[in-house]
C-alpha cells in the first residue's frame, strides 16, 4: 500500500521560507516522478513542480519559478520542496503526489497523471 505523508507546512511571514518534506512508503521515489500540487480556498488544485525519475528533469509554475526547489534524498524515500521568497498567493494546502506511471519520461503537471496522493500539509503565509 502506497503512502506519501507531508510534513513541515506552518504559519510563516512573508519573504520566510519553508521546506515541506513527502515521506514515501509502498513505493521508490527513485523509480517515480514526484510533483508538489497546491490548493487555495476557493480555486482549483494546481501544480506547483515536479521531478522526473530520473531527477535530471524539473517543471515548475511560472509562479514559483525561481523561488521553489524539488529535490529527493533516496535514502530517506522522501521528496522535499524548499520554498523561498514566500509571499501571501502562496498560501494553501500543498500536497505531494507520484506519477501513476513507473519511470515516466518528464514531468506531467496534470493531476490525473499522478496516481498517488498525500492528505496535504497547510502553509499561510502572512503579510
Known amino acids: 500500500q502506497v503512502q506519501l505523508v507531508e510534513s513541515g507546512g506552518g504559519l510563516v511571514q512573508a519573504g520566510g521560507s519553508l521546506r515541506l518534506s513527502c515521506a514515501a512508503s509502498g513505493l521508490t521515489v527513485g523509480d517515480y516522478g514526484m510533483a508538489w500540487f497546491r490548493q487555495a480556498p476557493g480555486k482549483e488544485r494546481e501544480f506547483v513542480g515536479g521531478l522526473s525519475w530520473t531527477g535530471s528533469t524539473t517543471n515548475y509554475a511560472d509562479s514559483v519559478k525561481g523561488r521553489f526547489t524539488i529535490s529527493r534524498d533516496y535514502a530517506k524515500n522522501t521528496v522535499y520542496l524548499q520554498m523561498n521568497s514566500l509571499k501571501p498567493e502562496d498560501t494553501a494546502v500543498y500536497y505531494c503526489?507520484?506519477?501513476?506511471?513507473?519511470?515516466?519520461?518528464?514531468?506531467?503537471?496534470?493531476?490525473?497523471?499522478?496516481?498517488?496522493w498525500g492528505q496535504g500539509t497547510q502553509v499561510t503565509v502572512s503579510s
Open positions: 503526489a507520484a506519477d501513476r506511471i513507473r519511470r515516466r519520461i518528464g514531468v506531467p503537471v496534470a493531476g490525473t497523471s499522478y496516481g498517488y
